[in-house]
């Protein structure tokens, strides 16, 4: 008889690469054994459906803050990021201070009662043997380890990103005070934890060398992974000539910058006589807090050769990504604990990663798995990454991955790892 879990996941019903994790874990669970139910929002009445039109899900509505936000600005005549076809960044304004001051843990509280109050009633009616919650939203964390302690059920958490000690602390805590409420908060969580299960080693350094005075058990490690059967069967190989082709798909922001990368973009190109037929960068996702956006565009001259799609679902994302010739990966140069998921998914379709990166363990997966060419933030070696990349495009020339590595991170192997550490925490 399969065991069951909750997944409280405010974002489980929408795109984004955590919900897209969240997703995957939920139909790939009973495979192992695990009934999953998610606890989330209601999805937005265009959204597809996707991975989760299967899932049970029970559906609690709330204040959401983001999408009041939203139409804030389209009142005062501003475009939507799905709108926009021309890169621009999103400028931080009252709403990013409200939530910094009045947002704890996150925007997300304004769920936490009657997500609880849901929780409650399905909990007392139906038996369940784990409770799981992945950061972020921190909400969701809060919510479970509440749970965990009114019910004795066990709690997992799952940590996708730091809480506290993010290098991007100061945008969500702007005072000691917020910063004590936050630690707080969080350690109150940990200390209900049966398990915490990481995606990097970095924060699980982190919380192992931070909490460890309230840690139950040791981190555990399960990295974000790529999921084979997401991806669209490829298409009728092209006859004639067609574009070199680099993509990007994520958020761009703050220190992930596009800057060394646009300045050895254009030495590429004026190195390889290539012409905007015969070379596309094709850039989809948000952008916020580069400032100067258009001032490098302008002065590197790149957007003859540029192709921005805006926001686009997962699906065409990794349509996109089968397409292309390599893909951009961009590590901010002061984080040397997150991994981009993108990382994952370009390898899910052996497709070679131009990697903007320091010495960091995204660094040593690629190394690793034979992923692609690491460039330090400098102009030079993203043009010599770019002519290698091109060089094999010309030539015919496939790039080779290290099988045996790469297959760590398929979804069968991590969503397996997950389920290990359900039944350890169960029993």
């Known amino acids: 008889m399969s065991k069951r879990v909750l997944i409280i996941g405010y974002n489980l019903v929408d795109a984004n690469m955590g919900s897209i994790r969240l997703q ?31 899932l049970r899900r029970e559906e609690v509505a709330a204040l959401n803050l983001t999408h009041l936000y939203s139409k804030m600005r ?62 972020d939203p921190r909400t969701c964390i809060l919510l479970a380890a509440r749970l965990s302690k009114e019910t004795g059920i066990p709690c997992i958490l799952e940590y996708r990103d730091l809480w506290t000690g ?53 981190i555990e490690l399960n990295y974000n992974f790529f999921d084979p059967e997401e991806y669209p069967a490829p298409g009728p190989v092209p006859t004639g000539s067609r574009p070199f082709i680099v993509s990007y798909a994520g958020a761009m922001y703050g220190k992930r910058s596009p800057h060394s990368f646009f300045e050895g973009l254009r030495l590429f190109l004026d190195r390889s006589k290539l012409t905007p037929e015969q070379f596309r960068f094709r850039w989809a996702g948000s952008i916020s807090g580069i400032d100067d956006l258009n001032e490098v565009l302008d002065r590197t001259g790149v957007r003859r050769y540029m192709d921005f799609l805006g926001l686009i679902s997962h699906r065409e994302a990794l349509s996109q990504l089968m397409q292309s010739d390599a893909a951009l990966l961009i590590q901010a140069p002061n984080d040397a604990i997150h991994i981009p998921g993108k990382l994952f998914e370009a390898m899910g379709a052996r497709v070679p990663l131009l990697a ?42 496939r790039w080779e991955f290290n099988e045996a590595e790469v297959q760590r991170f398929s979804a069968t192997n991590s969503v397996g790892r997950l389920a290990e550490l359900l039944e350890h925490a169960a029993s």
Request: one cysteine or more; glycine letters at 6%; a positive charge.
């Open 74 to 135: 389209h009142l005062r005549g501003g475009v939507s990021e799905a709108a926009r076809k021309e890169p621009a960044s999103k400028a931080t304004g009252l709403s990013s201070q409200i939530n910094r001051w009045f947002m704890i843990p996150d925007r997300y509280i304004t769920w936490y009662r009657p997500a609880l109050q849901r929780a409650r009633e399905l909990l007392r009616h139906e038996k369940f043997d784990a409770i799981f919650a992945s950061l």
């Open 356 to 397: 903007l990166a320091h010495p960091c363990e995204v660094a040593d997966i690629i190394n690793r798995c034979g992923a692609g060419i690491i460039c330090p933030h400098t102009a030079a070696t993203v043009e010599s990454a770019l002519a290698e990349f091109h060089r094999r495009f010309t030539q015919g020339t």
């Open 166 to 218: 993010n290098p991007y602390h100061h945008v969500t805590q702007p005072t000691r005070l917020h910063g004590w409420l936050h630690e707080r908060l969080e350690r109150k969580a940990l200390r209900q934890a049966r398990r915490v299960t990481s995606v990097c080693r970095g924060i699980a350094d982190y919380l192992s060398q931070k909490h460890s005075s309230v840690l139950s058990a040791p």
């Open 24 to 54: 995957r874990i939920a139909r790939l669970l009973p495979r192992f054994g695990w009934e999953a139910v998610g606890l989330t929002h209601p999805p937005d009445p265009a959204a597809n459906p996707g991975a989760w039109k299967d």
